[in-house]
């Protein structure tokens, strides 16, 4: 399998992927919104109002339900969950693992926190 094969499967099994005039009323009705970035990008890029800041590497002991590292955000397994990277890459490919653990509901930001940045005039 090539990469671009894998995240082509990710992006199945996960869509609808949202769009970034989506992410406010996502987080208003309850979904969670983590950036996944590195640190070195948010610093570059600027924060995503309304996200919570999970680094990937811990990214699915912190968002199971059934893990006792879980953030106390989490409500369970139908919980809608976008995640943001820069591109909308990585993920993909971790909103797949996500929906491995059980997670009905995730997915992640089509076009990643650029997507988001750019639609800033659609957003009002």
Known sequence: MTLDEL?????????????????????ANGGLLIDIRPI?????????????VIDRNVLEWRIDPDSPHRIAEVRGHDQPIVLVCNEGYASSLAAATLRDLGLRHATDLDGGFQAWKAAAPARG
Not at 13 to 27: E, G, Q
Request: net charge negative.
């Open 7 to 27: 995240l082509a499967e990710a992006r199945a099994r996960i869509a609808p992927r949202a769009a970034a005039v989506d992410l406010d009323a996502i987080n």
């Open 40 to 52: 070195e990008l948010r610093e570059r890029d600027g924060e995503l109002p309304g996200a919570l």
